[in-house]
């Protein structure tokens, strides 16, 4: 039976964008296609359809588990440990 539920939601934080756009995008004067935060320190980085795949780097790289998206409209999380998706 799949999993219903995520183990990591004792992770999120109260946490603001901490930038207007991909952090590492906008340090290479790159784009993106969309925009995901990371709900435990506030990290944005770009989607897995943008080339460069910021927000799952940052997961590898931290550990953190949940982004949730910022696009407009969007209100939907991800935890990347457990693959899940939360509405």
């Not at 460069?52 to 939907?76: C, Y």
């Amino acid at each position: 039976m799949p999993q219903q539920s995520c183990a990591h939601l004792d992770q999120i934080r109260d946490v603001k964008p901490s930038a207007a756009g991909c952090e590492e995008c906008l340090k290479m004067k790159d784009r993106w296609v969309h925009l995901r935060m990371c709900l435990t320190c506030g990290h944005v980085g770009c989607c897995d359809s943008s080339k460069n795949k910021h927000a799952t780097k940052h997961f590898h790289a931290t550990s953190h588990p949940i982004v949730r998206s910022i696009e407009p409209g969007e209100r939907w999380r991800w935890c990347y440990v457990d693959e899940l998706m939360m509405e």
